[in-house]
Each structure stands twice: as structure tokens, then as C-alpha cells.
């Protein structure tokens, strides 16, 4: 796998190199376009479902009205999730300074990222595994938060399994690193990619609708704060890992 700890100030690096202005246009064309797909689909559900309800309300059963209501909130939760990333990348590109980073106890920026997950997903079952050692981490914790509640969505969502979902956090000699492993469905090898770069064009190369934005968001982030990310099969499953360095 190739390196991506490379010490980059900010975000707006990954589109200001000059020595890779082309792959970033490329990069960057590819990822507007899975954005307006992905943003226009969900659209299209809710609108064609608002519309149904309408027009129909006296003809419909109950059932098939639940339905399309049922319908309606998931796609305005996706359009949710989407938007709440590229609020994220956004903010990184705007900012001249540096990520506002701060010392975090690592097993509290899970509890939180958790508790946002569960109002998401009641009742869904994520086994943690932390050292029994405090870790504190420099990172800007609302951003680290997204990338973990991403990662435990992509697990919850993509694997097609109802089994828990494990996040392992490791302390290894320069870095902490923190896998999210399902117990599902593989990841197809063409689309097991490192650089993740490639994630920007995963929206439209497979039936996960999205998850390639999603997945960039964590790509940009973890650059951001000088960190890793890959996405790996294990005989199970499929697991994605990111590492934060120590100092």
C-alpha cells in the first residue's frame, strides 16, 4: 500500500500542487459529478414519493401510505449525511490556517461519534476494543468524529449483515490506528483502492449510491490531520483502517 502520511498543512494541498494538477482536475470533475448523481436521485425519490402521497392520499392503503413516508425519510437522511460531508471538506478548504486541533482523549471522540451513530441507527451493536492506557491525540475531534461515524455507517449500511460491527483502536509505535471491520459482504478488488482517491468515482462504479463521497470526506480529513486510510478484505468481511499519527 502506498504511504499517504505526507505532511501537508491543509486540504486545499490535495488541489494546489502543481505537480498534480492534472489528476486533481480529474479528481475533481469526478467527484462533482458523482455529487450532482447522488444529490438528484434522492431528490427524485422524495419528490416522485411527495407527489404520490398528493395525489392519492384517499385511494392509498395505510401500509403504502407508511411506505412512502418511510421512503421519504431515508432519502432526506441520505441527502443528510451527504451534505454534512461536503460541509466538511468545505470547511477544510476555506480555512487558511491550519486544523484547529486540540489534545483528545481518543475513547471519549468515540463515546461521541457513538452517541450520534445510535440516534441514526437504534439499536445498532458496535463492539469497541480500546488499550486499557488513556490515549490522547492531537485532532480537530468534530472532524475525527465524522470519519468514525462515516466508517461505522459504510459497515452498518454497505456489508449487508446484521451482525455487530467491531472497532479495534491500536497503539502502534508512531501512530494510533482505529479499524471498523463488518462481518458482510466483501469489497469487490477492483474497488479496493489506496490512495483513496479513486473513492470520489466509487458513487457511481457500484450500487452503494454515495458511499464514494462519503469515503473521500475520510480520505480528506485524515490528510488533513497528516493520517492514513485503507480498505482491506478479511475472510469475514471487509474492514477499513485510519491511523493518526502521535505527535
Given at each position: 500500500m502506498a504511504n499517504t502520511n505526507k505532511k501537508i498543512p491543509e486540504y486545499d494541498?490535495?488541489?494546489?500542487?502543481?505537480?498534480?494538477?492534472?489528476?486533481?482536475?480529474?479528481?475533481?470533475?469526478?467527484?462533482?459529478?458523482?455529487?450532482?448523481?447522488?444529490i438528484r436521485t434522492p431528490l427524485a425519490s422524495i419528490v416522485g414519493n411527495s407527489l404520490?402521497?398528493?395525489e392519492n392520499w384517499e385511494l392509498l392503503t395505510e401500509r403504502e401510505k407508511l411506505s412512502s413516508v418511510a421512503r421519504i425519510y431515508e432519502e432526506?437522511?441520505?441527502?443528510?449525511?451527504?451534505?454534512?460531508?461536503?460541509?466538511?471538506?468545505?470547511?477544510m478548504r476555506e480555512d487558511i490556517t491550519p486544523l484547529h486541533?486540540?489534545?483528545?482523549?481518543?475513547?471519549?471522540?468515540?463515546?461521541?461519534?457513538?452517541?450520534?451513530?445510535?440516534?441514526?441507527?437504534?439499536?445498532?451493536v458496535i463492539h469497541v476494543k480500546v488499550p486499557e492506557d488513556y490515549i490522547f491525540l492531537s485532532m480537530d475531534a468534530i472532524l475525527i468524529e465524522q470519519v468514525i461515524i462515516n466508517?461505522?455507517?459504510?459497515?452498518?449500511?454497505?456489508?449487508?449483515?446484521?451482525?455487530?460491527?467491531?472497532?479495534?483502536?491500536?497503539?502502534?509505535?508512531?501512530?494510533?490506528?482505529?479499524?471498523?471491520?463488518?462481518?458482510?459482504?466483501?469489497?469487490?478488488?477492483?474497488?479496493?483502492?489506496?490512495?483513496?482517491?479513486?473513492?470520489?468515482?466509487?458513487?457511481?462504479?457500484?450500487s452503494q449510491a454515495g458511499w464514494g463521497i462519503i469515503l473521500f470526506t475520510c480520505k480528506a480529513i485524515l490528510d488533513a490531520h497528516h493520517g492514513t486510510l485503507k480498505a482491506e478484505n478479511h475472510s469475514h468481511g471487509a474492514e477499513f483502517t485510519f491511523t493518526l499519527p502521535k505527535v
Open positions: 494541498h490535495l488541489f494546489s500542487d502543481a505537480n498534480r494538477a492534472q489528476d486533481n482536475e480529474l479528481l475533481c470533475s469526478s467527484l462533482f459529478h458523482a455529487i450532482s448523481h447522488e404520490t402521497l398528493q432526506a437522511d441520505w441527502l443528510t449525511r451527504i451534505v454534512e460531508n461536503l460541509l466538511a471538506v468545505s470547511r486541533t486540540t489534545e483528545e482523549l481518543v475513547e471519549e471522540v468515540i463515546g461521541e461519534a457513538l452517541q450520534k451513530l445510535e440516534r441514526r441507527h437504534p439499536g445498532c466508517l461505522l455507517e459504510n459497515a452498518l449500511s454497505r456489508s449487508g449483515s446484521t451482525a455487530p460491527v467491531d472497532m479495534l483502536v491500536m497503539e502502534e509505535p508512531d501512530v494510533i490506528s482505529f479499524t471498523v471491520r463488518d462481518y458482510g459482504t466483501s469489497i469487490p478488488e477492483e474497488l479496493l483502492f489506496d490512495p483513496l482517491e479513486k473513492a470520489a468515482g466509487l458513487a457511481t462504479a457500484n
